[in-house]
T-cell receptor
């Protein structure tokens, strides 16, 4: 138990559906992240939020829309996805963005997304 | 272009022996390195890290070695236990450019420790 929860754990959706992934952290952290892990590929950073403000969008297609209403919650809204978007989506949080030994990232269990 | 490479997709060792997981990187700006461990159906959990000013960091059964000239790091687990069976990810970050939180991950190595 890392203190970062994600729901749902599994999601199957059609290409015309709209769905949302939710992440919540109970660690009092200020920074939150979305990562994508596709089969046989490394984890890829998608978005970073610090104190609710987006600080990073790693050239992610607009069919992925993040939302961070407060430092404890992060959403990823999905619409008109493609089958190649099927992947494990991981949320992480850290105390801040200093990186290094100061701000280790803690991951949630992930949402396994399948787009039909 | 993969900047962090874990060339062994899998490794199998006997319980009680040493496990050595390897990681190579190409970006000379990386100055902080981490190892994460991932069990099935769970997210990666932080295991151990090392700064580029050191060449070794030890935490219990886990030791990370860094060879900057070779751009290589390794994770040693001694003695290996069946509960260590998991996927191990190497990650790196660079302090320069104000984006030191950005972790670049390898593809992972599946470690299996046999009883």
């Amino acid at each position: 138990e890392t203190g970062v929860t994600q729901t749902p754990r599994h999601l199957v959706m059609g290409m015309t559906n709209k769905k949302s992934l939710k992440c919540e952290q109970h660690l009092g952290h200020n920074a939150m992240y979305w990562y994508k892990q596709s089969a046989k590929k490394p984890l890829e950073l998608m978005f970073v939020y610090n104190f609710k403000e987006q600080t990073e969008n790693n050239s992610v297609p607009s069919r992925f829309s993040p939302e961070c209403p407060n430092s404890s919650h992060l959403f990823l809204h999905l619409h008109t996805l493609q089958p190649e978007d099927s992947a494990l989506y991981l949320c992480a949080s850290s105390r801040g963005l200093a990186g290094g030994s100061t701000d280790t990232q803690y991951f949630g269990p992930g949402t396994r997304l399948t787009v039909l | 272009d993969q900047q962090v490479k874990q060339n062994s997709p899998s490794l199998s060792v006997q319980e009680g022996r040493i496990s050595i997981l390897n990681c190579d990187y190409t970006n000379s700006m990386f100055d902080y390195f981490l190892w994460y461990k991932k069990y099935p159906a769970e997210g990666p959990t932080f295991l151990i890290s090392i700064s580029s000013i050191k060449d070794k960091n030890e935490d219990g059964r886990f030791t990370v070695f860094l060879n900057k000239s070779a751009k290589h790091l390794s994770l040693h687990i001694v003695p290996s236990q069946p509960g260590d069976s998991a996927v191990y990810f190497c990650a790196a970050s660079a302090r320069s450019g104000g984006s030191n939180y950005k972790l670049t991950f390898g593809k992972g190595t599946l470690l299996t420790v046999n009883p």
